[in-house]
């Protein structure tokens, strides 16, 4: 129980800084936009993140909320993907960069925002996100429905810089 509150706690805190799926998604004419979003968490220190939406354009509502930042263990950079209640959790989350082999994780926690996901990496794996033009996730929406969404990864060097604290 203490490792479940010890890894998932700050996550959350995270989750809380960073806004809950139903927030404005920002686009320019090129198509969703990295957004920078900072704020302190509990023990003081400032966290900042860049998060991008995938909108369901027909319901005007979110179905993805993609978070980069240096958050993990030891500052190191970590993936939060968040998406609506209702998804089928057994088959956790699925990510793939430019129609790469996808890599699996599975859902976490969900709060009455969302279900979370988060995946822990090292520099030389945020390199191939960074150097990426899609990331592809994809999710079972209940019942049985297969979600398959984009990510542009576009700007998303240009938006992390100045988000790891030294």
Known sequence: MVRFIGRVL???????????LPAQAAESAKGPEWVKKCGKVADGKEVCVVRQFVMDEQQHR???LAQ?????PKDKPRLIMSVPLG???TTGISIS????KPLTAP??????????SFIDMDEPA???F???KVMTVRFMAAPGRPLELPVHLQGLAAALKGTKTE
């Open 107 to 116: 859902f976490e926690v969900c709060t009455p925002e969302g279900c979370l």
């Open 87 to 89: 998804v089928l959790l």
């Open 126 to 128: 945020l390199e191939h």
């Open 130 to 132: 960074l150097k990426g």
């Open 62 to 64: 979110p179905l993805l």
């Open 10 to 20: 700050p996550l959350l805190l995270v989750g809380v800084l960073c806004g809950a």
């Open 68 to 72: 980069f930042g240096y958050t993990g």
């Open 97 to 100: 960069i430019d129609k790469k």
